[in-house]
C-alpha cells in the first residue's frame, strides 16, 4: 500500500499556493488603491495650491492700512479733493464741513488726552462684530455673498484694500485671507482703532471725531453712551444719520443701548441714564459745492465706473480734472446773464466782460420758465473745459440732463446720404406729400412753408424737415441708426450735452473721436488723473483715445456745409447769431412743440454746445400765446461763449484733404453747368462721386410772345421769344402752381400753312401726310440768284435740332425729287424744311409736318 504522506504534502502544496496567489492579488489592489489615492491626494494638493496661487495673485499688501491710517503728523485720511486743470484751484472737498476739511485721528489708548470713548468701541463692536475678540478677523458664514462683510476687519478690506474688485466670490475668499492677515499682523485694538477713525457715518463724515463734531458739536472724546449708541447704528447705515433722519437714529440708538445692556457692557443705571438722555443733535447740514456744481457732478459720474463711491468719498484722493477754471466763471456768467434776459429779470449784479459779448435776443419775446446750460470741450483731446448747470432765472442748478434732440440730430441723416454716394450738391424737393404719399401727415417746416428744389447742402443749413424726412426713408432708417451710434448717438433716445458736443467735434478733427472708453460708452472725459495719498496715480485719462469714426474727406463734406454761413441766410437772415468773424460748423435744432432749442457748433479749437428749454408757455404778453423756443435763443448764447473761447485762438478754418473734388455745378440740380442754367455755384465731393451728366432742370423754349404758345416752325420769326424754364417733375407740378414758378406752356401754336412760293416748296408728301420707308421729298428749289438748297428734319414741331439729308445741291430743281429720306427706325411727328440759299445771302424756306408711322 503505498505511503499517503506525498499525498498530503502535496494537497498542502497547492493549498499554500492558492493563499498566496490570494495574498498577492489582495496586497496589488491595496497598492495599486494606495498609489491612485496619492495621486489624486497630489492631484488635489496641486489644484489647491495652483487655486490658491490664483486667489492669493496681486494680494495687496497689508501695509497699506499703516500707510493710509496711521499718518506720522497724527492726521488721518484727508478728505477726497477735486481740482481745476492747474490743480491749484478747489472746486470740492468731501467734508460735511469746512471745520471738517482737516481730519482728525484719534486713539484707543486711554493714556491719550483725547482717545475714543470704551462706551462707544463696546457699542461699535456690538452692533459690526459681536464675535470681535474671539474670532480671527474673519467669518466664514457668508463668503456666498460678496456684498457681506461680517468683521470689522473685513470691514477695513473690503473699503480700504479690495474697493476696486468686482462683488464676486474670488474677493469674499481675499478679504477673508487679508482679514486674517491684518488682525495677526497688527492686533485687534489697532483693527478697532483704525475702523472707528475710518468708517463712513453719512455725510461725508469718516473717523468718529468727524461725526460728533457733525452730528452733537463735539470732539469724539466727550461723546455721551447715548450718543456713542447713536453713532454706532449710523455706522451701520450711514444714510440713517441724526441729519437725515433724527428719529430713525434716535430709535435705533436706543436699541444699540439695549444691547449693551444685554450684553453687561451697560449697567442698569448707565442704560436708564442714557434712556432718559435728549441728545441735542445740530440742525446744520452740508452746503452743496458752489463751483462749477453740474461739472463736479460730471467728475463723479464719470468716476465712480473707475473708482466705487465710498472709495472716493472715504478720503485720501487728489483729483485733478480738465476744468477750465477762467473759462467756467466766464460761461457762468454768461449763462447767467442770458438766462435772466430770457426770463425777462432785472440784470444780475454779478457782470462779466464776456456777458458784454452776448448779442440782443429776439425782440418781444420772453420766457419766464426757461432754463439753458452750455458745454465747452477741447475736440482734439476730449477734455472738458467747462460746463454750465441748468440756469433758470439766472439762478445754475448741479443739473444737466438730457433732452430731446429734435432736429439737432438731422447732419446724420445726410451724413448716411454721403456715404452712400449723395453728395452736398444733390438735389432735393422740399415740396408736399405726393401720390403714394399723399395720405401721410404733411410734414411742415419749422416755418411753415416749403421751399421747392435745393441741394442737400440748403436743406441741412437751414434745418429743413421735408427733405430730412424724405431722406431717412431713402436711406433706411437702419442705416442711419448705424452710422449715429457710430458717434455715440442714439437716434430714439434723449441726448445729453456731452454727447452732442462730442459728436460733432469728430467733424472739427477730420473724423477722429478723441475721449476714453467710460463704461459702455466713449465720451469726452472731465478728469486728468486721480491720485492716492501716497501720491500714485490710481487714474490717468491725460492722453486721450483716439478712435476713427469717418474719413476726412467725409467729416470734411459735412464740416464745408455747416461752416457756410450763406447757406443759412434763407432761415437766419444776414447777420445772424451764428456769424462770429471765423470758421465755425454750426447745426441747431429744435423740437415740434418748441420746448427744446439746441445750438452745437465746433471750430478746429473748440466745441460749444447750448440748450434752451421751457416748459410753460411763454408769459412777456398776451400777444406771445404760442411762441415756441426755436435756435435763435440758444445761438445768442453760443455766440458769446465760442467768442469767448476763441479769444486767443487763430481764426483757422479746414484744408481739403485727399479724396475731395471741388467743381461748378448748376444751382440747384447739383449738375453739370449747361448754357440755360442761371446759377452757377462751387460744390464739394467726394472722389467718384462727381456729376458726370449736363444739367437737365433748365430748358429753353420757343414762345410765340402773343399767344404765350410753344412755337411752332410755322409760327414767324418775328413773333418767337427764346425763354428758359425751370421743369418740375410731376410731383411737384401742383407746388410750382400755387408757388407761382413759371411753368413753360404745354401746347403749341396753331399750325396754319404759309404760302406757296413758287420758287421754294414741297409738294410731296402732303402736309401732316402719313410717311413710313424711304420717302421722296419733291419740290422746287430755284429762282433768280439761286446757289444752293439744302433738305434737313427734325423732331417734334419746333426741332431744336436739324438732320440735313444729303448735302447741299447746287442745281436747280423743278417740281422734282429734292431728297429721298429714309425713315426706318422713325416715328412719330417730324418737320421737313427746304432752304433755297441765294445771292445776297437771301434765303426761302418751305417747311411740313408729317407723321412717321
Known amino acids: 500500500m503505498p505511503s499517503t504522506l506525498p499525498i498530503l504534502r502535496a494537497r498542502r502544496e497547492r493549498r499554500l499556493e492558492k493563499q498566496n496567489k490570494q495574498s498577492a492579488h489582495t496586497r496589488g489592489a491595496i497598492i495599486s488603491g494606495g498609489i491612485v489615492l496619492s495621486l489624486l491626494l497630489a492631484l488635489a494638493i496641486i489644484l489647491g495650491a495652483f487655486a490658491y496661487a490664483d486667489i492669493t495673485r496681486e494680494l495687496p499688501s497689508t501695509e497699506i492700512l499703516p500707510r493710509l491710517l496711521n499718518p506720522p503728523d497724527g492726521l488721518l485720511l484727508q478728505p477726497t479733493r477735486i481740482y481745476d486743470r492747474t490743480g491749484l484751484q478747489l472746486l470740492l472737498t468731501f467734508a460735511p464741513d469746512d471745520a471738517a476739511q482737516t481730519r482728525r485721528y484719534i486713539p484707543v489708548n486711554e493714556q491719550n488726552p483725547q482717545h475714543i470713548p470704551e462706551n462707544l468701541i463696546n457699542a461699535v463692536i456690538a452692533v459690526a462684530d459681536p464675535q470681535f475678540r474671539i474670532h480671527s478677523g474673519y467669518a466664514i458664514q457668508g463668503y456666498d455673498d460678496p456684498e457681506r462683510h461680517p468683521t470689522i476687519a473685513q470691514k477695513l478690506v473690503s473699503g ?406 450763406p447757406a443759412r441766410w434763407n432761415s437766419l437772415g444776414r447777420s445772424n447769431a451764428l456769424e462770429i468773424g471765423r470758421p465755425a460748423g454750426i447745426k441747431v435744432g429744435q423740437t415740434v412743440e418748441g420746448s427744446d432749442a439746441w445750438v452745437v457748433g465746433f471750430t478746429p479749437s473748440h466745441v460749444v454746445a447750448t440748450w434752451t428749454g421751457v416748459r410753460d408757455t411763454p408769459l412777456a404778453s398776451p400777444q406771445q400765446a404760442g411762441e415756441k423756443i426755436t435756435p435763435r435763443f440758444p445761438a445768442v448764447l453760443w455766440n458769446a461763449l465760442m467768442q469767448t473761447v476763441s479769444e486767443n485762438t487763430p481764426a483757422d478754418g479746414w484744408t481739403a484733404p485727399q479724396g475731395v473734388a471741388v467743381m461748378t455745378v448748376c444751382d440747384p440740380s447739383g449738375m453739370l453747368p449747361t448754357r440755360e442754367c442761371p446759377n452757377l455755384v462751387t460744390e464739394v465731393f467726394l472722389h467718384g462721386s462727381e456729376p458726370t451728366h449736363a444739367d437737365t432742370m433748365f430748358r429753353e423754349f420757343s414762345i410765340n410772345r402773343e399767344t404765350g404758345l410753344l412755337a411752332t416752325v410755322f409760327t414767324p420769326p418775328e413773333l418767337i421769344d427764346r425763354r428758359v424754364y425751370m421743369l418740375a417733375p410731376e410731383n411737384a407740378r401742383e407746388w410750382a402752381q400755387s408757388a407761382g414758378m413759371e411753368i413753360p406752356p404745354t401746347s403749341y401754336d396753331a399750325i396754319q400753312a404759309p404760302p406757296i412760293n413758287p420758287v421754294a416748296n414741297i409738294t410731296s408728301p402732303q402736309l401732316f401726310a402719313d410717311v413710313s420707308g424711304t420717302v421722296q421729298i419733291i419740290g422746287t428749289a430755284s429762282g433768280d440768284g439761286f446757289l444752293y438748297y439744302r433738305v434737313q428734319v427734325g423732331k417734334g414741331l419746333n426741332p431744336q435740332e436739324w438732320i440735313q439729308l444729303g448735302g447741299d445741291v447746287i442745281a436747280p430743281i423743278e417740281n422734282d425729287v429734292l431728297a429721298e429720306w429714309d425713315t426706318e427706325g422713325l416715328s412719330g411727328l417730324y418737320a421737313v424744311q427746304l432752304v433755297v440759299v441765294k445771292e445776297g445771302q437771301v434765303v426761302d424756306t418751305a417747311v411740313i409736318q408729317v407723321t412717321i408711322e
Open 160 to 565: 480700504l484694500m479690495l474697493y476696486n474688485e468686482p462683488p464676486t466670490m474670488r474677493r469674499a475668499i481675499r478679504e477673508r485671507i487679508l482679514a486674517a492677515q491684518i488682525t495677526a499682523q497688527f492686533g485687534r485694538t489697532q483693527i478697532i482703532e483704525w475702523y472707528l477713525n475710518s468708517a463712513n457715518f453719512g455725510n461725508y463724515a469718516y473717523g468718529v471725531d468727524a461725526a460728533a463734531n457733525l452730528y452733537f458739536n463735539k470732539p469724539a472724546d466727550q461723546l455721551t453712551l447715548a450718543e456713542s449708541a447713536i453713532l454706532a447704528a449710523v455706522s451701520e447705515t450711514p444714510a440713517l444719520n441724526p441729519l437725515d433722519a433724527p428719529q430713525v437714529a434716535l430709535q435705533r440708538g436706543r436699541e444699540v443701548i439695549h444691547i449693551l445692556n444685554q450684553l453687561g457692557l451697560a449697567s442698569n443705571e448707565a442704560t436708564a441714564l442714557a434712556l432718559a438722555e435728549t441728545s441735542e443733535i445740530t440742525s446744520a447740514l452740508p452746503t452743496p459745492p458752489t463751483i462749477a456744481p453740474a461739472f463736479v457732478n460730471l467728475v463723479l459720474t464719470q468716476l465712480e465706473t473707475q473708482i466705487p463711491r465710498d472709495r472716493i468719498e472715504r478720503g485720501g484722493l487728489t483729483i485733478v480734472t480738465t476744468l477750465d477754471y477762467d473759462l467756467q466763471k466766464q460761461a457762468a456768467c454768461v449763462t447767467e446773464v442770458y438766462a435772466t434776459r430770457l426770463a425777462d429779470l432785472p440784470a444780475p449784479e454779478t457782470d462779466c466782460d464776456s456777458a458784454r459779448l452776448l448779442p440782443s435776443l429776439p425782440p418781444a419775446v420772453t420766457f419766464a420758465d426757461s432754463s439753458a446750460s452750455a458745454l465747452i470741450l477741447d475736440p482734439k483731446t476730449g477734455q472738458v473745459l467747462a460746463m454750465v448747470g441748468e440756469t433758470s432765472q439766472g439762478v445754475e442748478t448741479p443739473l444737466v440732463s438730457a433732452h430731446r434732440p429734435g432736429s439737432s440730430l438731422d447732419a446724420f441723416v445726410y451724413l448716411t446720404g454721403f456715404t452712400r454716394g449723395l453728395s452736398p450738391g444733390s438735389l432735393t424737393w422740399d415740396i408736399p406729400p405726393y401720390g403714394d404719399f399723399a395720405s401721410e401727415e404733411v410734414n411742415q417746416n419749422f416755418d411753415g412753408n416749403f421751399h421747392g428744389p435745393m441741394r442737400l447742402r440748403i436743406a441741412l443749413a437751414n434745418d429743413y424737415q421735408t427733405p430730412v424726412k424724405t431722406l431717412k426713408t431713402q436711406m433706411g432708417i437702419e442705416n442711419v441708426t448705424k452710422i449715429a451710434s457710430s458717434f455715440g448717438i442714439e437716434l430714439n433716445s434723449d441726448v445729453s450735452m456731452l454727447e452732442l458736443a462730442g459728436a460733432y467735434g469728430v467733424f472739427g478733427t477730420q473724423g477722429v473721436y478723441f475721449g476714453q472708453a467710460i463704461g459702455d460708452e466713449f465720451l469726452p472725459v472731465s478728469i486728468l488723473r486721480v491720485e492716492g495719498a501716497d501720491h500714485v496715480a490710481l487714474l490717468d485719462w491725460s492722453l486721450p483715445q483716439a478712435q476713427t469714426i469717418v474719413t476726412p474727406a467725409m467729416a470734411y463734406l459735412m464740416t464745408h456745409v455747416l461752416s457756410d454761413e
